[in-house]
């Protein structure tokens, strides 16, 4: 039996009508944010909005690349709310053999507004399923989502339990407890098996809280030029893939955030640190998650929140770490810690379920 040709179409707030993803990011160095952005908007407003322009750019290239050994992937496409209606024509045209996945992503759904339920209750109609990896919590702070529910196939959240919101899921509806995980794609930046013996702090939008800038400063008198700090909230996409000259990432995320289950995830970049060779230190978080089974395997470096002592000693360890332990890191975090892995994995096991379904 041939795989399901699957064609996943990624709604993008920053992208216009359905293209393909690949003509979709060559377009990008380009393109002006004025559309996007207040006639007010400062330079800070501006630099910020092409980090998140970009960062979901990334994203969708990683659905441009899903791969999945029982699919078949069509060429990926994406659309912004101005396209949704040429998207909704172009689905009722949908070839029987092909698989349609409309896929979102963190609080998107929002973009929409009012007409969020009548497109998923029309596209379900017409065959298209319905993925959303939220990343967040989003069944408690996402004000639409028991609209979008009873319309899900694929849910990939970052909170357990769920919120009383999930009790309106579909049956059949796959969810998926997965919290962060890198938006690269797999392998993409080559292994460097020769790092600068230095680490680098990875800032974000937090900025230099007192708690951070009380490591920052010990890690400074402690590892001197071998210390490397990026206060910026994020480093550019085009900048990114240059990490792998660092052996270590120092990425002391999490407790600041105001949700729970943010507060356990520290974000994604402890995730993209490994899939570009660097080993990441992560301070532990309040409930701990998945980072501590990631630690607990040697993909991750962990020290107590505050205790400048121990995280000392895991960024030593990070720097001690052989070209064969850094290795391995980098091929597990490449292969199972990325967006386009997880989304594929759970799309695959959807087809498959229904598959089972209709033989028994």
């Given at each position: ?61 990683c659905f441009a690349a899903a791969e999945h050994r029982e699919l078949a992937f ?167 893939a240059g990490l792998g000259r660092y052996a270590v990432g120092f990425c002391p ?108």
């Amino acid at each position: 039996m041939s795989a399901p040709r699957c064609r996943l179409t990624f709604f993008n707030p920053w992208a216009a009508r359905p293209e393909e993803i690949s003509a979709y990011l060559a377009g990008l160095p380009g393109e002006s944010l004025d559309a996007h952005l207040p006639r007010s908007a400062d330079l800070r407003l501006r630099a910020m909005a092409r980090l998140d322009r970009d960062w979901y750019g990334e994203c969708a290239r990683c659905f441009a690349a899903a791969e999945h050994r029982e699919l078949a992937f069509l060429p990926a496409l994406t659309v912004g709310p101005a396209g949704l209606a040429e998207f909704i024509a172009a689905a009722q045209r949908r070839p029987a053999s092909e698989e349609w996945w409309l896929v979102f992503m963190a609080h998107h759904p929002q973009k929409i507004g009012a007409p969020l339920v009548p497109l998923c209750t029309f596209l379900r109609k017409h065959g298209v399923r319905i993925a959303y990896y939220a990343f967040d919590e989003a069944s408690r702070e996402m004000p639409c989502f028991a609209d979008l529910a009873p319309h899900l196939d694929v849910l990939i959240h970052d909170e357990s339990p769920l919120g009383p919101a999930a009790a309106a899921l579909r049956p059949g509806c796959l969810a998926l407890h997965r919290s962060w995980v890198a938006n690269v794609v797999p392998f993409a930046a080559p292994f460097n098996p020769e790092p600068e013996e230095k680490i680098i702090f990875l800032g974000s939008e937090l900025g230099l809280t007192p708690h951070r800038r009380r490591q920052i400063d010990h890690l400074r008198s402690v590892f001197k030029d071998r210390f490397v700090v990026w206060h910026d909230h994020s480093v550019s996409v085009a900048e990114r893939a240059g990490l792998g000259r660092y052996a270590v990432g120092f990425c002391p995320e999490g407790r600041k955030f105001s949700t729970p289950a943010m507060a356990r995830s520290h974000t994604d970049r402890p995730f993209w640190s490994g899939c570009l060779g660097l080993v990441p230190v992560s301070e532990d978080s309040t409930a701990g998650g998945r980072l501590d089974e990631l630690a607990d395997a040697g993909l991750l470096m962990r020290y107590p929140h505050g205790d400048l002592a121990a995280l000392t000693a895991a960024c030593e360890q990070a720097l001690a770490a052989t070209a064969e332990q850094r290795r391995r890191i980098y091929d597990h975090y490449n292969r199972r810690e990325t967006v386009g892995v997880v989304l594929a994995e759970q799309l695959a096991r959807h087809v498959a379920g229904r598959v089972e379904r209709a033989a028994a």
